[in-house]
T-cell receptor, first 113, second 113 residues
């Protein structure tokens, strides 16, 4: 069964450094999403992406964040200058043309020191 | 705005006990409703869904019925197993827009032999 994959599974970085989290969505899916889950808290929507542009973003998704689909298969989330409070599990998700169901990847656990 | 409220956990049950995890929602329009499960150390897996009022979603012995009159989507299972121990998230996908998921806080279930 096709699945969403994410790399790396864990990333440790220093505050102020840039990080890029990578996702490979399911191949025939058209809509892509990033969510995050700070330890012990609820899963929060960050951004949705369709047709090579952002379709919706949350208040969390400020100028430090960007997304890109560089090559038709990968979908990346960049955090330009990480802060301590960016430490979280980041989930990528994708859905088909009808957007009915989102399928999640296993997540990348980001720790900012 | 749209929101999801789940009963607080943890819920601790003995094997073969009956499970109910309450979920209520607030939304404009006609959302789709979902239960996702997160096993220890893993990502989010779709457990079941319902897309319109009175629909019943079911999977792996779990069931939930979309009740528009009470704005609820309670998760039930007749006989839980130790392997059901996980965190369960209720979520909605609002109609219109690009269908971001809005999650409840999650309910941790621990099943003991």
């Amino acid at each position: 069964e096709p699945e969403v994959t994410q790399t790396p599974s864990h990333q440790v970085t220093q505050m102020g450094q840039e990080v890029i989290l990578r996702c490979v969505p399911i191949s025939n899916h058209l809509y892509f999403y990033w969510y995050r889950q700070i330890l012990g808290q609820k899963v929060e929507f960050l951004v949705s992406f369709y047709n090579n542009e952002i379709s919706e973003k949350s208040e969390i998704f400020d100028d430090q964040f960007s997304v890109e689909r560089p090559d038709g298969s990968n979908f990346t989330l960049k955090i330009r200058s990480t802060k301590l409070e960016d430490s979280a599990m980041y989930f990528c998700a994708s859905s088909e043309w009808d957007q009915e169901t989102q399928y999640f990847g296993p997540g990348t656990r980001l720790l900012v020191l | 705005g749209d929101s999801v409220t789940q009963m607080e956990g943890p819920v601790t049950l003995s094997e073969e006990a009956f499970l109910t995890i309450n979920c209520t929602y607030t939304a404009t329009g006609y959302p789709s409703l979902f239960w996702y499960v997160q096993y220890p150390g893993e990502g989010l897996q779709l457990l079941l869904k319902a897309t319109k009022a009175d629909d019943k979603g079911s999977n792996k012995g779990f069931e939930a019925t979309y009740r528009k009159e009470t704005t609820s989507f309670h998760l039930e299972k007749g006989s839980v197993q130790v392997s059901d121990s996980a965190v369960y998230f209720c979520a909605l996908s609002s109609s219109g827009g690009y269908n971001k998921l809005i999650f409840g806080a999650g309910t941790r279930l621990a099943v003991h032999p």
